[in-house]
Nanobody, 122 residues
Framework: QVQLVESGGGLVQPGGSLGLSCAAS????????MGWYRQAPGKQRELVAT???????NYADSVKGRFTISRDNAKNTVYLRMNSLKPEDTAVYRC????????????????WGQGTQVTVSS
């Protein structure tokens, strides 16, 4: 059993910055990919950024150059630094983790956080 808890959402002015954190808690598991997704009202959920346990990253074109994803494997935590925020970045941001239980070799599970609201507005 794994729980993902996000923090850091809030209201920010256009052009401002915000940092998100997501910590995975639990025991007897390893995490491969972690990432951030977002969904605005009336829109489909979209990928923001992902990072593997080895540090390989992937970004949506819309955030490339503005957002940075990073990871602390010792803390099972993924971060998202968002710079030069735009109103269109407004959404609920959710953390995702691909988890492999030690007791179930060869199996993987997808876990999602509860989401944190990011609002970019003047």
């Amino acid at each position: 059993q794994v729980q993902l808890v996000e923090s850091g959402g809030g209201l920010v002015q256009p052009g401002g910055s915000l940092g998100l954190s997501c910590a995975a808690s639990g025991r007897s598991f390893s995490i491969n990919e972690m990432g951030w997704y977002r969904q605005a009202p009336g829109k489909q959920r979209e990928l923001v950024a992902t990072i593997t346990s080895g540090g390989s990253t992937n970004y949506a074109d819309s955030v490339k150059g503005r957002f940075t994803i990073s990871r602390d494997n010792a803390k099972n935590t993924v971060y998202l630094r968002m710079n030069s925020l735009k109103p269109e970045d407004t959404a609920v941001y959710r953390c995702k983790a691909v988890v492999r239980p030690y007791a179930a070799a060869g199996t993987e599970y997808m876990y999602w956080g509860q989401g944190t609201q990011v609002t970019v507005s003047s």
